[in-house]
């Protein structure tokens, strides 16, 4: 079984505070994604990585970073933290090719106070 | 560009009956249809995925969905609903050859009632 697994399931942090959210998949899969998940909205994309060291900005970059130093492990980074970056985030990983499917993880919900 | 609608966000219905969950898509290029269920305090899982062929898909406990291209839609069917099925379900659409974005619709929140 594929496992994607994420460092938090729920985070509190403060405004301003640098705040580090870490994925790792067991699959060898090439691809690894970053979304957020807000009420109405759905998933939406915040970054991409389609192999080592290689990232794409997805729909809402903006405040984040995201580091993949091995193929497992994908980290995203809110540089400095603000409160409407409360939301549940979704880490998942897939084979390179569109027709695969996505494994997620449970998601960390994090509180931005 | 691609897009994704849930038509709608929230679908009550009692155990045992049938249900539909509506989904349409636009795209300028043929793609890939996927649902996605998710259920509560748990990551996003695949329900069944539309890739080519019969354009009929069916999941391992019960449900199915259609892939209508002149409507542009994918909606999602179960004909007996359990409380277990109460979860949201978000359909997705993925371009073929190349590209790495999935698009997702906004959810709809399934409540199977006794």
């Known amino acids: 079984d594929v496992k994607v697994t994420q460092s938090s399931r729920y985070l509190v942090k403060r405004t301003g505070e640098k705040v580090f959210l870490e994925c790792v998949q067991d699959?060898?899969?090439?691809?690894m994604f970053w979304y957020r998940q807000d009420p109405g909205l759905g998933l939406r994309l915040i970054y991409f990585?389609?192999?080592?060291?290689?990232?794409e900005k997805g729909d809402i970059p903006e405040g984040y970073s995201v580091s993949r130093e091995k193929k497992e492990r994908f980290s995203l980074i809110l540089e400095s933290a603000s409160t409407n970056q409360t939301s549940m985030y979704l880490c998942?990983?897939?084979?390179?090719?569109?027709?695969?499917?996505?494994?997620f993880g449970p998601g960390t919900r994090l509180t931005v106070l | 560009a691609q897009s994704v609608t849930q038509l709608d966000s929230q679908v009550p219905v009692f155990e045992e009956a049938p249900v539909e969950l509506r989904c349409n898509y636009s795209?300028?290029?043929?793609?890939?249809l996927f649902w996605y269920v998710q259920y509560p305090n748990q990551g996003l899982q695949l329900l069944l995925k539309?890739?080519?062929?019969?354009?009929l898909v069916e999941s391992i406990n019960g449900f199915e969905a259609e892939f209508n291209k002149s409507q542009t839609s994918f909606h999602l069917r179960k004909p007996s609903v359990h409380i277990s099925d109460t979860a949201e379900y978000f359909c997705?659409?993925?371009?073929?050859?190349?590209?790495?974005?999935?698009?997702f619709g906004a959810g709809t929140r399934l409540f199977v009632k006794a």
């Open positions: 795209s300028s290029v043929s793609v890939y």
């Open positions: 699959m060898d899969h090439e691809n």
């Open positions: 539309y890739l080519s062929g019969s354009t």
């Open positions: 998942a990983s897939r084979t390179g090719t569109s027709v695969g499917t996505q494994y």
């Open positions: 990585s389609y192999d080592v060291k290689m990232k």
């Open positions: 997705a659409v993925s371009e073929r050859g190349g590209g790495f974005k999935t698009i």
